[in-house]
């Protein structure tokens, strides 16, 4: 049973409060230290695994598919405990002598990434960064949150016609740039707001009476359907490159910080 308080920790994080983070930082570095040091690691490899442990917790509880189970140090333990013994498995063949966290959970794969897409992905982050706040935001949510429209509108004070024609907008631009010599680019811009809207009930696993039928014919049947289905996952992996170099840079100067006292 996870406390109150832990469940505000959770919070706290998940919204990137500064001074939540530093704690984190200070709180569970000795542990992961000895975990590696004690194990065939070296301090460079321990200072290493952290930063890779804390971005991997950072970036999963942002998930919307996230709900704690146990506490905020279960998952760092399991975390660093899972990456090292990968790591030494897999450069060594050595087994854990000593230092071994007393409680570990099982953790999901840390990505959703569609790992044939990682150039396109690469380029579509690029790209999405120098759009407005407000326009990655609904990026961000519609593809990373995956959150109903109805949610966005009232968020962002857009009317729902107003908030389908500015994503159609943005993923064209995005399309355009990442796809500007594809066949089917056309078709693929002149999508239906209805059939964007399946794709997006898909990825939310939220279809509705007909929509099976509906989803296997145009699969069949309309190439710049298939082409923005695919760019879902595409712009997916982008908003999560985006989110993992921002918390890099937060976890990189905690790191800084606790070095200096």
């Known amino acids: 049973m996870i406390k109150l308080e832990e469940y505000l920790y959770f919070d706290s994080l998940k919204n990137e ?9 200070k709180e569970h570095y000795t542990v992961v230290n000895t975990l590696v040091t004690r194990n065939w690691g070296t301090q ?37 405990f899972e990456k090292w013994q990968h ?40 790209l999405i960064k120098q759009f407005s706040s407000s326009d990655q935001k609904i ?14 509108k009232e968020e962002t004070k857009l009317s729902l016609n107003d908030l389908h024609r500015q994503k159609q907008k943005l993923v064209n631009d995005l399309l355009r740039s990442v796809y ?21 009930r898909y990825y939310r696993n939220s279809f509705i009476e007909g929509d099976f ?11 710049g359907f298939l082409l923005n289905f695919d760019f879902f996952k595409i712009i997916r992996n982008a908003i999560t490159i985006i989110l ?15 070095l200096a006292g």
Do not use: G
């Open 244 to 258: 993992k170099e921002k918390v890099e840079v937060k976890i990189e100067n905690c790191h800084t910080k606790y």
């Open 87 to 126: 790591h030494i498995f897999q450069t060594t063949r050595k087994k854990f002598l000593i230092a071994i966290p007393e409680r570990l959970i099982e953790i999901e794969d840390e990505d959703f990434f569609d790992f044939e897409y990682l150039e396109e992905s690469d380029k579509a982050a690029i």
């Open 180 to 200: 500007p010599n594809n066949q089917n680019l056309n078709v693929a811009l002149n999508i239906k707001v209805e059939n964007q809207a399946l794709i997006e």
């Open 17 to 25: 409060d500064l001074n939540s983070i530093d704690k984190l930082y």
């Open 44 to 80: 460079k490899e321990a200072d290493q695994l952290y930063k890779e442990t804390l971005v991997n917790f950072l970036c999963t509880i942002k998930k919307p598919s996230f709900s704690p189970i146990d506490s905020v140090q279960v998952y760092i333990h399991s975390i660093a």
């Open 139 to 152: 990026l961000h949510d519609v593809y990373f949150q995956k959150k109903p429209n109805s949610i966005i």
């Open 213 to 223: 039928l509906l989803f296997d014919k145009l699969q069949k049947s309309d190439a």
